[in-house]
């Protein structure tokens, strides 16, 4: 930054506003106003015609202090000052000013502040915790989150759909209308969208409607494009009555890592004035799955959905030899299980929290069955893996552990007499749940003591009698042993966990 021109004052700098349509449809109740990441682009533009050789893609301490609403008729000026700051950086704060009442005093008004520093790409996430999202998910589609929980015009419905958890969110995105053209920062449709999912998980948690108001560092590694698909991961900081903060990752579809907004405050702006959709609520996975992690060293939970494609990215030399290999529908489950292997490792103690997960084996020699990777201890605990086509499951303990998850079908009928005993059958017929959860609950019981047992499911079934069943726990004997077995309901999927 040795050639950068000394500002020892302010050099104040025209800022034109773009005259796009689109803008129009950006507003806060009811007046449109410019979006954040066209003030951040406004003021990019402007350092950069001071600056040439800045880059301007690590942005830091910036300040949205108000918005700048865009003006129907009247005169609007708008225009940045810019400063050269001892430690090199460069500070622009973007400004308003009009001239109103009938003696025509000129107000100026502060919308944004920002530094400009040299380039310096902070350390990302692992890519299993990117590509992971742990917990229960609500799915909310476009038509969804654009009809009542983010009220902007068409051109910013570009959060394709959003998966939201106790852990945070994950985000499909898209880089937005051609209008805008290409820009300094790449598309702003991206980040803006990437808004609106942190916007959508904080109505969930903390029910209230947040907007950006400070990020702490924004770096473009490589600019997005209008159009192409993007995936965001918003992981939560902190919480403090009326705001949250959370980090935003964004990525393209092949897993490179393009921008990054880091200690982004989101805040209720509004007074109450905006209010989250009635139908939201957040999730509640740790409540409902307390029995079960009691019972066990740590448990992981994915959806499939919610898993980007790039989760491949994760895998060692090994893991991706397999992979390559498969079909569409079986890469996606396979995926799954690695990457909550991987999760769950870093979980239990002993567990490396930043390990590269190229570095995490989960591939066992001699069985496909996947396995915790190495590192966490001699006494490495046991685990246990099931999916079906909505969720994986991943369960360890040091001792005896199978887990299983199902969607109930009528298969469990027409099939019923290979896997449960005349008496396990009529106990299903007789269960207040009814006879397909009763077999549900029976069919998964014994898969999960074939895990448990390291046998295969045939052998299971001959050893395994149930002799209750439950809502949340039903009674067994494993060669005439008792043992209890736990059983969590979401939707129509069960999962059962069972240890020795």
């Known amino acids: 930054m040795e050639d950068l021109p000394v500002i020892d004052t302010p050099q104040r700098i025209p800022v034109p506003l773009p005259g796009l349509a689109y803008l129009q449809d950006h507003r806060f109740l009811g007046q449109a106003v410019l979006p954040a990441v066209e003030s951040l682009e406004l003021l990019a533009a402007a350092v950069r015609s001071a600056c040439p050789a800045l880059p301007c893609t690590d942005i830091r301490d910036i300040d949205l202090k108000r918005f700048l609403e865009l003006p129907v008729g009247g005169a609007l000026r708008c225009f940045a000052d810019i400063t050269r700051r001892a430690d090199g950086s460069v500070a622009a704060t973007l400004s308003s000013s009009r001239r109103a009442g009938a003696r025509g005093i000129a107000r100026t008004v502060e919308h944004v502040s920002a530094r400009f520093t040299s380039f310096e790409a902070p350390p990302s996430p692992p890519m299993d915790v990117i590509a992971g999202l742990s917990g229960i998910c609500r799915r ?292 207040a749940l009814g006879e397909l959860q009763g077999l549900l609950r029976i069919w998964t019981i014994k898969e999960s003591a074939a895990k448990a047992l390291g046998v295969p499911l045939s052998e299971a079934w001959k050893k395994t009698r149930v002799t209750e069943l439950g809502s949340g726990r039903s009674k067994i004997s494993i060669d005439g042993r008792p043992h209890i077995a736990l059983h969590e309901t979401v939707d129509d999927h069960l999962f059962t966990l069972l240890t020795l």
């Open 140 to 431: 909310v589609e476009k038509a969804s989150l654009y009809g009542a929980m983010v009220p902007f015009g068409p051109s910013f419905h570009n959060a394709e759909r959003v998966f939201i958890s106790i852990e945070g969110a994950a985000a499909f995105l898209r880089g937005g209308p051609e209008e805008a053209g290409e820009r300094i920062l790449g598309s702003p449709f991206t980040l803006d969208a990437a808004f609106h999912a942190a916007c959508v998980w904080g109505q969930s948690l903390y029910h209230f409607v947040g907007f950006p108001t400070a990020i702490r560092q924004r770096v473009i590694m490589a600019p997005t494009k209008p159009g192409a698909p993007y995936f965001a991961r918003i992981v939560p900081v902190s919480f403090r009555g009326d705001h949250f903060m959370c980090h935003i990752w964004i990525y393209g579809m092949e897993g490179t890592l393009h921008e990054a907004a880091l200690g982004l405050t989101m805040k209720d702006i509004s007074a109450g004035r905006l209010a989250p959709s009635p139908w939201v609520d957040g999730p509640d996975a740790a409540i409902r799955f307390a029995a079960m992690r009691e019972a066990c060293d740590g448990m992981m939970l994915l959806e499939l959905e919610a898993m980007p494609s790039f989760a491949g990215c994760a895998f060692t030399d090994r893991e991706l030899a397999r992979f390559v290999a498969m079909g569409e529908k079986r890469k996606r489950t396979y995926a799954g299980s690695r990457i909550a292997c991987k999760r769950l490792s870093r979980e239990l103690p002993g567990g490396d929290a930043l390990a590269s997960p190229r570095t995490m084996e989960t591939v066992a020699d001699g069985s496909d069955a996947p396995r915790l990777p190495a590192g966490i201890g001699a006494d490495s605990p046991a685990c246990s893996v099931s999916h079906d086509s909505r969720f994986v499951f991943c369960a360890a303990r040091r001792g005896g552990i199978g887990v299983d998850v199902e969607a109930g079908t009528e298969r469990l009928r027409t099939t019923k007499r290979f896997y449960a005993e005349p008496e396990e059958q009529h106990l299903a017929a007789a269960s």
